[in-house]
């Protein structure tokens, strides 16, 4: 499934006071799934205006809020604590809004109502685990968190100290990692397990067990800090 989220405009940019807004919503009370685009080409002699139409799977206008996009996904956090492989990421250029979606807002972006997707996830799958230890289940919930920067793999919880949480590495090779910026670098393995089915792993990733949302709000706020935010060569084209 794909979605799309449109971002209000910010207090920093300049809009025409002439202009209209270039993107509509024509299905906005109905489905939700379609955006049309509007772009003023510059002729020799004239503008010409031309619509581009696009359709999603659902899409979020800028008056959207972090409650109504989680609920669209909601279900897929479900199915990863059902068993199900479950993957879940934002994409776009430099300033789309991604970390404010997947993080949270300004402030303390991961508490209240502005927090993102992933504080929202980590309650969901604690408060699930939960409600199913009442009934004589028991889990065991690992965190890892990397980045990929200039297409390398770089492990965010480097200098996490393991204190009393109980850590360990994805994969038993790591002697030859090398560190970049202060981060371990890892790769990317496919290993082939006792059945003969091959898995992915992020080799030299460290591995924490966590107990709580509140351990994965500590963690989330160590990446963030650890995480790369400099432009890159594409970013300036």
Same mark, same amino acid.
């Given at each position: ?23 509509? =919503? ?27 139409? =696009?359709?999603?799977?659902?899409? $979020? ?27 879940? =990421? ?29 504080? +929202? ?32 793999? $770089? ?71 650890? +995480? ?8 300036? +084209?």
């Amino acid at each position: 499934r794909v979605g799309c989220r449109v971002r209000p405009r910010l207090q920093n940019e300049q809009v025409d006071k002439d202009a209209t807004e270039s993107y509509h =919503f024509p299905d906005s009370q109905f489905e939700q799934r379609c955006l049309t685009l509007t772009v003023d080409q510059e002729r020799y002699d004239r503008t010409v205006s031309k619509t581009h139409s =696009f359709e999603f799977d659902r899409v $979020f206008g800028p008056s959207s809020t972090q409650s109504h996009v989680y609920e669209e996904i909601s279900h897929m956090v479900q199915s990863a604590v059902d068993g199900y492989n479950v993957c879940i =990421f934002a994409y776009g250029q430099t300033g789309s809004g991604k970390t404010h979606t997947m993080m949270g807002g300004s402030g303390s972006p991961l508490e209240g109502e502005e927090r993102g997707m992933m504080p +929202r996830a980590a309650e969901h799958i604690f408060q699930y685990c939960q409600e199913l230890n009442e009934q004589g289940w028991t889990f065991e919930v690992t965190a890892t968190m990397v980045e990929i920067y200039n297409e390398q793999i $770089f492990d965010l919880l480097t200098s996490t100290a393991t204190g009393s949480s109980s850590s360990r590495s994805s994969s038993s090779s790591s002697s030859s990692s090398k560190k970049s910026s202060a981060l371990n670098k890892c790769e990317l393995r496919h290993v082939r397990n006792e059945k003969g089915e091959y898995t992915t792993c992020v080799d030299n990733a460290k591995t924490i067990v966590v107990t709580s949302t509140s351990d994965i709000l500590a963690l989330l706020d160590t990446a963030m800090s650890e +995480r790369s935010t400099s432009q890159t060569n594409c970013n300036q +084209r």
